[in-house]
């Protein structure tokens, strides 16, 4: 196949915004590549395009990840690195010629001990990460206590019950709310049931403003608790509340409050 | 090298008790009431502190990653779930992505920009490609009824919740001030540029594609995309953010 005729640099730019959004194809990809490897100034173009996108990336609203992926990032690191394939490749690499000599029935018999030693060492291994997952489910949680101690001892904690919003309706929680650190914790009880895939989103209110707070995925039993994002002025809006929204968190509320209260002390 | 990566740690430790977390992940300060030296003193630590760490990585130093995913897999986590919508999809494309910063650490070279924006370009072209795969086996249906001139599709701002009118961005609380800054920067753009970008950016459509769902020339597209990428990088409010070149 022929090779596409050498761009312009006037052209590189219009593709090089595509390839910063991944909008373009493959080949698309590797001309400007080409391009960029020969022309310094267009590389640097590139390269701006991309922060640029990024900044895109930076304006959707921020969700904590899952506590327990950062085990598995961190465990699948050790797991890269780890001896334990390459020990398998060699042992492989290692398997002698089909010959009955006692050398190699010696040799044989240090293979399977190998072997055996291989599958005991994986084994162990096995141990080693159900221990270091919990230690780090552990060490996930202490950074929790340790942010919410922070959060209860700060001077300016506001503390709030929330309310169910229609009556006869079992919910209650509260919500820890530190404006000085800017995090709080929402704890709740009994809340009605949810469709999988579906979250509560925490929401900040004041006048026709709604500032989200985080999520929060509660138990079969409807009970949950999260951190939540508090905005330094927080005692400046008017109630915080709860609504059932898509799991990825919504940009505004979507379905009527299911609980809340009011925030400003006038209005207790 | 090992005591040099507990140095940078060490460094690195003392830093997230100064700096909140926003703050770090892209280097910079918004807005607030800080001197403009403090803010400037404040990036250059985060930056030198950051290449140290993607040091200790190179010399496969687990806590070292372990630093850098406390500081920046709330922002890819937040993006790949953006594109993605569901989280075990998107935590793969967010271990994937530290992943390779572990087994290719020279994959990222600080000269050509920070941590942070690699780390999202990086995660943005796998969470394309499972969408672009999703799309091929299940013929993804488009939410929005195309149009000639965006009107009817999702525009940006929209779904993001915040425009620029919304009031003063300084007046957000610290941890929206980012988004915030940002959401003002591309409420300036035209919205013909900004449901290009949107469309580009967080549906993963390619330009043609975008060119046959919007009824114009591939051309238009090319231009809108280009210009709107170019204005954002000339915004006044995000000028801090850019590397030095």
């Known amino acids: 196949m022929s090779e596409p005729a050498t761009m312009t640099c006037e052209e590189f730019l219009d593709l090089a915004a595509a390839v910063a959004l991944d909008a373009s194809d493959s080949e698309e990809v590797r001309r400007v590549e080409r391009h960029a490897a020969e022309c310094p100034e267009c590389a640097r173009q590139l390269d701006s395009f991309r922060e640029v996108a990024a900044v895109i990336g930076s304006a959707v609203p921020q969700l904590e990840p899952p506590a327990a992926l950062r085990g598995r990032v961190l465990e699948a690191a050790r797991h890269t690195r780890g001896g334990l394939p390459r020990s398998l490749a060699a042992a492989r690499n290692r398997r002698p010629r089909f010959r009955f000599s006692a050398p190699w029935l010696v040799a044989a018999a240090s293979f399977l001990v190998s072997l055996v030693a291989v599958g005991w060492l994986a084994m162990l291994q096995g141990d080693i990460l159900a221990l270091q997952n919990e230690a780090q489910a552990a060490r996930d949680r202490a950074a929790r206590f340790e942010r919410l101690s922070q959060v209860l001892a700060s001077d300016k904690l506001a503390v709030r019950p929330l309310r169910p919003i229609a009556q006869n309706v079992p919910s209650h929680g509260m919500v820890y709310m530190d404006p000085l650190s800017g995090t709080g914790m929402l704890m709740c ?20 403003e709604r500032v989200s707070g985080g999520l929060l995925w509660p138990d079969r039993s409807g009970n949950g608790s999260t951190m939540i994002q508090v905005p330094t002025d927080v005692m400046s809006y008017e109630s915080v509340g709860l609504t059932d929204e898509p799991g990825t968190g919504s940009s505004w509320p979507t379905t009527p409050r299911v609980m809340g209260t009011p925030l400003k002390e006038t209005a207790q | 090298m090992v005591a040099v990566c507990l140095r940078a740690l060490s460094f690195s430790h003392a830093l997230a008790g100064r700096y909140t977390r926003s ?19 404040g990036l250059q630590a985060a930056v030198a502190d950051e290449a140290a760490l993607v040091a200790c990585v190179a010399e496969g130093d687990a806590h070292a990653l372990e630093q850098l995913y406390e500081r920046h897999s709330r922002g890819v986590y937040s993006v790949t779930m953006r594109l993605l919508g569901d989280s075990p999809a998107a935590e793969e494309v967010v271990q994937e992505t530290f992943l390779k910063l572990w087994r290719q650490p020279t994959a990222y070279q600080s000269a ?46 929209d779904n993001l919740g915040l425009s620029s009118s919304d009031g003063d961005p300084q007046s957000r609380a610290g941890a929206f001030e980012q988004q915030a800054t940002v959401v003002q920067a591309l409420g300036n753009l035209s919205k013909e540029q900004r449901v290009t970008l949107e469309l580009a950016y967080f549906r993963g459509l390619t330009q043609l594609e975008i060119a046959n769902l919007l009824g114009l020339p591939l051309g238009t597209v090319k231009t809108r995309m280009r210009l709107g990428l170019q204005q954002l990088r000339k915004a006044p409010e995000l000028a801090r953010l850019w590397s030095e070149r």
């Open chain 1, 189 to 208: 009880h009994d809340l009605p049931p949810i469709e999988q895939g579906r979250a509560y989103q925490v929401w900040f209110v004041r006048g026709n």
């Open chain 2, 23 to 41: 703050t770090v992940e892209l280097g910079l300060t918004f807005g607030g009431g800080g001197s403009a030296a403090a803010a400037r003193r």
């Open chain 2, 112 to 157: 050509r920009g920070r941590l942070f924006p690699w780390l999202l370009s990086v995660a943005h072209h796998h969470a394309v490609d499972l969408l672009r795969r999703r799309q091929l086996e299940q013929r993804h249906r488009m939410p929005a009824v195309p149009s000639s001139n965006g009107d009817g599709l999702v525009d940006l701002l």
